[in-house]
């Protein structure tokens, strides 16, 4: 059974560079969205995507993040020049559009900036 | 404005007696809550969800508890075993919005 698979699992990448992550949600899921979790905290939300509507980017901490999903599957969330306090876990979850449906996550891609 | 809180950080259990975790919301408009599970170096897992029709929910050990008037939710969890220990989140969300989660307390079941 395909869950939730993020690519990388891991990534170190030095100050300044660019990096993406990616998300493949499971098949059928028409929402996806995308959070991090920074060493001690909680869930943060990023940005959020819900079929072929405007994604909500509400969250997103700075103009160097972005993301985009193809195809209504696949999404890439893009960081840009990167700074050390980027450094975080990415989490990524997606569910099926169906009314007070569980989102299901996947394991994260661990963002390390030298 | 944190609208899901999760007062207690942390939380430690004596094996085979009960875990409660609590949380709080403030926004009136959520009808759908979650508790969530977090082992380290893996993602959330989804535990258990209750709808604001009801005020309680059993899944095998855990029940989750709603008060509504209160603005409270707690999950029980009984039996607690040392597997049990994780992070766990609360969350929350109202008919076409997203989900806010809480910051998360760590239970330690200890042998």
């Known amino acids: 059974g395909a869950g939730v698979s993020q690519s990388p699992s891991n990534k170190v990448t030095e100050k300044g560079k660019d990096v993406e992550l990616r998300c493949d949600p499971i098949?059928?899921?028409?929402?996806l969205y995308w959070y991090r979790q920074s060493l001690g905290q909680g869930l943060e939300f990023l940005i959020y995507?819900?079929?072929?509507?405007?994604?909500?980017k509400s969250g997103l901490p700075s103009d160097r993040f972005s993301a985009e999903r193809t195809g209504g599957s696949v999404s890439t969330l893009t960081i840009q020049r990167t700074q050390q306090e980027d450094s975080a876990v990415y989490l990524c979850?997606?569910?099926?559009?169906?009314?007070?449906?569980?989102?299901?996550f996947g394991d994260g891609t661990r963002l390390s900036i030298l | 404005d944190q609208q899901v809180k999760q007062n207690s950080p942390s939380l430690s259990v004596q094996e085979g007696r009960i875990s409660i975790l609590n949380c709080d919301y403030t926004?009136?408009?959520?009808?759908?809550f979650l508790w969530y599970k977090k082992y380290p170096a893996e993602g959330p897992t989804f535990l258990i969800s209750i709808s604001s029709i009801k005020d309680k929910n059993e899944d095998g050990r855990f029940t989750v508890f709603l008060n509504k008037s209160a603005k409270h939710l707690s999950l029980h969890i009984v039996p607690s075993q040392p597997g049990d220990s994780a992070v766990y989140f609360c969350?929350?969300?109202?008919?076409?919005?997203?989900?806010?989660f809480g910051e998360g307390t760590q239970l330690t079941v200890n042998p």
């Open positions: 098949s059928g899921h028409t929402a």
């Open positions: 926004n009136s408009m959520f009808d759908y």
């Open positions: 979850a997606s569910s099926s559009p169906r009314s007070n449906q569980p989102q299901h």
């Open positions: 995507f819900q079929g072929n509507s405007a994604p909500d």
């Open positions: 969350a929350a969300k109202a008919s076409g919005s997203r989900l806010t």
